[in-house]
């Protein structure tokens, strides 16, 4: 069914974000925060643009087919959209530079046939940037993400095999390359299948997916990359949306999304089935970076950019205190 028609000025295809994941326990992500702060946007109002290096700001439109939406989808990290909206942050306002919206939502519901406009920031970082950008994190950005206690942490509860699994497939290079290589074992190991059967009682849902099963959907693969992320002390959440779509010819766009289509833009048509989810990893200085661990064919691994470094000017990020091993997963 499709839910969506969607274009982008950004050159290519882009995922379209919905919610963003922080906590873990038993195999399960949810949005785990703490003392998440909602509160109401006025249409275009500017949200938070961030300071990391090598993004680019993508304009979007998205034309609403099936049902009223609620929920807004971005392009990236979300700067403005001309709805009225509730927001579900984690630090309003914060001038950290990093991106606080987690969740944002049309306060009137858009209904089926009309479009709204937005703008987001998409990266643009090649290789070479994400390799140099060190490790150290803004505290905020550990707390969230459960790497430091904080009231405002996430649970983190990631099994002793799976942290094993991840010191011995990740190698010694930088946290990019290690990083790459945990997507590179999932996209090489697993096999994507649509129909997986539910592991025995008490059997860790991840676990059973590394070590007996082999065999999942987005949700099994990003899970997995995001919990062995974790155990290396990196910074990582998942997120929840669409995909790319389906390309749409010009005769099949939307009347009124033509007016907001710019030369070069991409058109796409997003159904029910392009639910998806991905794996995000904090890089200092460039800020959230996807990744893809799902080797379905309509996921391939991300484009990085190809220019030159720039000068990097957000402010110096403050060192984590030294990062530990998540606990082992408890039974429930």
């Known amino acids: ?25 038993n195999g399960v992500w949810s949005a785990g925060l703490a003392r998440a702060v909602t509160s109401d946007a006025a249409a275009s109002t ?22 009223p939406q609620t929920t807004v989808f971005w392009p990236g990290e979300p700067i403005q959209v001309n709805q009225a909206t509730s927001l579900r ?3 309003v306002g914060s001038p950290s530079g990093v991106a606080t919206v987690e969740a944002a939502y049309a306060r009137t519901p858009v209904p089926v046939g009309q479009t709204y406009v937005i703008q987001a920031s998409q990266s643009v970082a090649s290789e070479d940037q994400l390799r140099g950008a060190g490790i150290l994190y803004p505290t905020a950005v550990a707390q969230l993400t ?15 095999d799976v942290v094993d699994l991840a010191r011995a497939i990740s190698g ?11 997507e590179a074992y999932l996209r090489t190991t697993e096999r994507y299948q649509l129909k997986v059967s539910a592991p025995p009682p008490g059997v860790d849902p991840i676990s ?16 997995a990359m995001g919990e062995m992320v974790r155990a290396l002390g990196v910074p990582v959440r998942l997120v929840n949306g ?20 710019g030369a070069g833009a991409v058109v796409t048509t997003i159904r029910a089935a392009d639910a998806h989810t991905w794996v995000e990893v904090y890089f200092p200085g460039y800020g959230w970076i996807p990744f893809e661990p799902t080797p379905d064919p309509n996921y391939p691994v991300l484009a990085r950019g190809t220019g ?25």
Do not use: M
């Open 308 to 332: 030159p470094a720039p000068a990097i000017t957000a402010p110096a990020p403050a060192a984590v205190p030294s990062l530990v091993a998540p606990p082992a997963r408890h039974a429930t």
């Open 1 to 25: 069914v499709p839910v969506l028609q969607v274009s982008n000025n950004f050159g290519r295809q882009v995922y379209w974000r919905g919610i963003n994941l922080y906590s873990v326990d």
């Open 242 to 261: 669409y995909g790319p779509g389906s390309p749409t010819s010009a005769q099949d766009t939307a009347s009124n999304l033509k007016h907001e289509v």
């Open 146 to 160: 459960g790497l430091v206690k904080s009231s405002r942490g996430p649970t983190t509860a990631i099994g002793t």
């Open 89 to 91: 942050s984690d630090r």
């Open 208 to 223: 059973y997916f590394l070590f007996t099963s082999h065999g999942g959907y987005c949700e099994y693969f990003a899970s």
């Open 46 to 67: 500017l949200l938070d643009r961030g300071t990391d290096a090598a993004r680019q700001t993508v304009r979007a439109t998205v034309n609403v087919l099936d049902v």
């Open 172 to 182: 010694a290079g930088t946290v990019y390359d290690q990083v790459k290589n945990i």
